[in-house]
């Protein structure tokens, strides 16, 4: 018998596999598979990040890694499509201009790192990462204040963007850089979540290919990623009407608290793997 997490929750398979299929799942399974996406969900659309951060450190608790992850790339692409268009298409459009430099830069260097990912240890990433993530939050929740200046912003752009990009391509992690260049350009919260939305959409695009290439998203594991896209929109809408009530200092200061928690995960799993 299967012990741990996945005895409680009922998964039934003794040696998981990725390819498992919907009828290995249990109820409490799925409840907590549901209630996990509507978690992630929610956070996404208060904050505009963090949701495939949340679906794999939760769901690989009780799945297998490659399950975990097949389970979250079309919810991932869906509520970023719908964070992205919120506010029209023009909207985004516009939003993808300005910050152009710095997507760009992103989606050079993920395809560019990509090929590092067999000679690098993954913790040697988190780790990299996520110091400067919870460095950077902590120090503007006490009143530090990171600021980018106008004549030092194409720098910042391109310096960041490729900071992202390096470690997105390895780890498939890129929103905390992205959520520190947006804050400190002080960007206005509509904004910000759109241009997340914007970003995050085209590398979820980006990764939704990759698998299928790969193999993770296949027959067996797409009906489960397609099931939790319903409730990873419910989160996601819950989350945007939170986030409308949000004025720019509170909606600043739970993104700095949500970048925290985000930070402080990746050094437990380069710590502790």
């Not at 993530?133 to 120090?139: I, L, S, Y």
């Amino acid at each position: 018998m299967p012990s741990g997490p996945a005895a409680t929750l009922g998964y039934r398979d003794n040696t998981p596999q990725p390819e498992s299929k919907l009828e290995d799942f249990t109820l409490t399974l799925w409840a907590f598979a549901i209630a996990v996406s509507v978690l992630a969900g929610f956070v996404k659309g208060t904050v505009g990040f963090a949701m495939p951060m949340i679906m794999i450190s939760l769901l690989s608790s009780v799945l297998p890694p490659d399950t975990a992850l097949a389970a979250l790339i079309v919810p991932t692409v869906v509520t970023n499509l719908w964070q992205a268009l919120r506010g029209g298409v023009a909207a985004a459009a516009g939003s993808a201009k300005l910050h152009w430099r710095f997507i760009a830069m992103v989606m050079v260097f993920i395809a560019l790192s990509a090929q590092l990912v067999t000679r690098l240890p993954p913790q040697v990433l988190y780790l990299t990462l996520g110091i400067p993530v919870v460095v950077f939050a902590t120090a503007q929740l006490v009143g530090w204040t990171l600021r980018i200046a106008q004549q030092h912003r194409r720098r910042a752009e391109l310096g960041i963007g490729a900071f992202a990009g390096v470690i997105g391509g390895i780890s498939g992690v890129w929103g905390p850089p992205t959520v520190i260049y947006l804050t400190a350009l002080n960007t206005p919260k509509v904004e910000q979540i759109r241009v997340q939305g914007v970003v995050y959409g085209m590398g979820a695009v980006t990764l939704l290919f990759a698998h299928i290439n790969s193999g993770v998203l296949n027959a067996a594991t797409l009906p489960l990623s397609l099931a939790l896209v319903l409730p990873s929109l419910i989160g996601l809408g819950i989350g945007f009407a939170l986030q409308d009530r949000l004025d720019q200092v509170r909606f600043k200061r739970l993104t700095l608290l949500v970048l925290v928690v985000a930070g402080a995960n990746l050094l437990r799993r380069g710590f502790f793997g």
